[in-house]
């Protein structure tokens, strides 16, 4: 069975890379505004981004079970966060990201 969810504002997926220990793709909003999501099997890594004019606006990365923030404000900063995305990660980013396209009119 293959569950399909659908959040409104991606357009479309592709995915960048694969290989046995990684998984990258890109889900698009619009032409320059992407989320970009990266899987490291070996390394138990998980990063998620929100990409305009290729530079990172916000992400939120998990690397060796901590998880730390790039703030909308200041995306260059990295944060530690005592907020788990677990066991969601992904709709939990996207919820972060819906919330910002409306505060800051990305669409």
């Known amino acids: 069975m293959r569950l399909r969810i659908i959040i409104w504002f991606i357009q479309s997926l592709s995915i960048v890379e694969r290989t046995d220990a990684t998984f990258s793709l890109r889900l698009h909003i619009r032409q320059g505004l992407f989320i970009q999501v990266f899987i490291g099997e070996l ?38 966060s005592d907020e788990e995305l677990d066991p969601k990660p992904l709709l939990k980013f996207l919820s972060k990201v819906e919330k910002l396209i409306f505060e800051h009119d990305l669409l």
């Open 43 to 80: 390394s138990d890594s998980l990063y998620f981004a929100l990409i305009e004019a290729n530079q990172r606006i916000f992400g939120i990365d998990k690397e060796s079970g901590q998880w730390h923030i790039h703030p909308y404000e200041n995306p260059h900063k990295h944060e530690p």
